[in-house]
């Protein structure tokens, strides 16, 4: 996206109201999670992850992790 359409959109996304700005930022977070979801499926898929979860196996097996 160009840098012009990004000024473009923050100019638009500042004149908005109260309400607009609000019914914005609902549909932006879920906008943005749900691209998240899609991106973290694709890497899953992909086998991207499997370094990452064998090594918290490992490491849960060894006692080396702790409760949050």
């Known amino acids: 996206m160009a840098i012009t ?3 473009n959109i923050e100019k638009q996304v500042k ?6 700005l609000s019914t914005f930022r ?3 977070r879920k906008y943005d999670s749900d691209a998240w979801d899609l ?13 990452l979860a064998r090594q918290a196996v490992k490491e849960q097996k060894a006692g080396k992790i702790r409760a949050l």
């Open 39 to 51: 991106q973290i499926e694709r890497d899953v898929r992909a086998g991207k992850l499997e370094k």
């Open 5 to 7: 359409n990004i000024k």
């Open 15 to 20: 004149g908005l109201d109260r309400d607009d």
């Open 26 to 28: 609902d549909w932006f």
